[in-house]
């Protein structure tokens, strides 16, 4: 990206805040401190009315808001807009509180061809949560669980956190963690940690928290040795499938916490996936012999450990499909 049109996309960015630090101008642009002080102090030289904010955590003000024009939407670019906000109603999102002054706000500003416009697209979408009984745009009622919010506010802050993990009822855990991810899988919001006290990856409930906070603790390996255990892991995964469209359409509607699924073929027409197995976990086994059954017939496996390869071979009465087939 060229200076000026950094400099001109950092202008915008901070013209819709009261307040912003050199941090956030770093992540949201992915550049160095250095860089970001320069733009900003020839930001300033331009007259943008900014001030040094004082204080913990530091920063700038804004003085006046209305220094670049205010944004107009094109009728195409708010149908977008309005649409999004159609296919992701009732989805257990967070801030949903925020999404409805939104959603007023995005229909205030339509001319009155476009409001019938959005009212008509309402009433003709149907997606996956609307219900269609009453497909009232501003009925999000699906809220996330409470602890949702605080864990995204804090972790785009620091994410070496303490959380406060409840594993059954009364019985609370105190964790140290590192954050890699807060994802959604089978309608349950899921945040992947690195326990620092088991030294696993580990994926816990959103709503089994009950108290999340920036930890005052040392962390006990740095951010990059983290993600590299993370690649080793991936790299040593015992199990490889492959999916073809058939399969890839029922593991987007079931799959295990933390698998992710890459599609080799256009138009998602095949994928694969790997996982690391405990193959002395029985339990483990019977459900993944279960939902590999789920996924159809067209299920072929690239490395399969024996352990899942027997019990699968008992339940199809013949051998799996297999390419390039390696078991351990």
Known sequence: MKKTERVNLIMRYINNRAHFTIAEIQREFKISRATAIRDIDEIQALGFPLTTALGRGGGYNVLQNQYLPSVRFTPEELKAIFISFIASKN?????????????????????????????????????????????????????????????????????????????????????????????????????????????????????????????????????????NKKRIGARGANLVVKLDKIGIQRFKRMHPPGIILSFTGMFQSSGIFSIQLDVADVETLAYYVDWLLFLGKGVEFERIPNELRVILEERLGRPPTYTGITTE
């Open 91 to 227: 989805s257990q999102l967070p801030y949903l509180h925020n999404r409805r002054s939104i959603t007023e706000k995005l229909i205030g500003i339509a001319s009155q061809t476009q409001q019938d416009e959005l009212i008509e697209l309402n009433n003709i979408l149907l997606f996956e949560n609307t219900n269609p009984a009453n497909p009232n745009l501003l009925e999000l009622d699906d809220a996330a669980p409470a602890e949702l919010n605080q864990l995204i506010s804090l972790a785009v802050r620091d994410k070496h956190l303490r959380l406060t993990y409840e594993m059954s009822p009364g019985w609370t855990q105190l964790m140290d963690v590192f954050l890699l991810h807060i994802f959604n899988s089978n309608a349950q919001w899921l945040a992947e940690v690195y326990d620092f006290g088991t030294d696993e990856f580990r994926y816990l409930p959103v709503d089994m928290l009950r108290d999340s906070a920036i930890s005052e603790e040392k962390m006990k390996w740095p951010e990059q040795e983290i993600l």
